[in-house]
């Protein structure tokens, strides 16, 4: 009798993702920052109406035990306290009619509020 041995294999998951339309937003502003180097840094800090809330900005700083992540030209940077509860996360970012910005899909979120930007 011969026993066939099955590995499963997958890609490691990425700490977050961005969508192309993000990719492309987020590669503009880096542009008319006009400041070589720069990261887009996404971290959560305590406070919000549910007890977290997201922090994103450029950061030219990337530290030892920082994770990052690539997209073309676009890095991402995530210190390692903020990895584990954005892990999987998307970043997209969207335009219409009631104005335009970035939204995160979070699916370590368990609770959020109104305002989007807080969460548990």
Do not use: H, W
């Not at 026993?3 to 502003?29: F, G, R």
């Not at 007890?51 to 991402?76: N, P, T």
């Not at 892990?87 to 969207?94: S, V």
């Amino acid at each position: 009798m011969t026993q066939i041995l099955s590995i499963k294999s997958s890609k490691p998951q990425k700490t977050v993702n961005l969508t192309d339309t993000a990719v492309t937003k987020v590669a503009e502003l880096i542009a008319e920052e006009g400041e070589a180097g720069l990261a887009l840094r996404m971290a959560v800090r305590p406070g919000g109406c549910s007890g977290f809330s997201y922090e994103m900005f450029f950061d030219s700083e990337v530290d030892d035990a920082d994770i990052v992540e690539e997209f073309g030209d676009v890095r991402v940077v995530v210190d390692s306290q903020s990895a584990e509860m954005v892990r999987g996360a998307t970043l997209d970012y969207k335009e219409g009619l009631m104005g335009a910005g970035f939204a995160i899909d979070n699916p370590n979120v368990t609770r959020s509020c109104g305002c989007g930007n807080s969460f548990s």
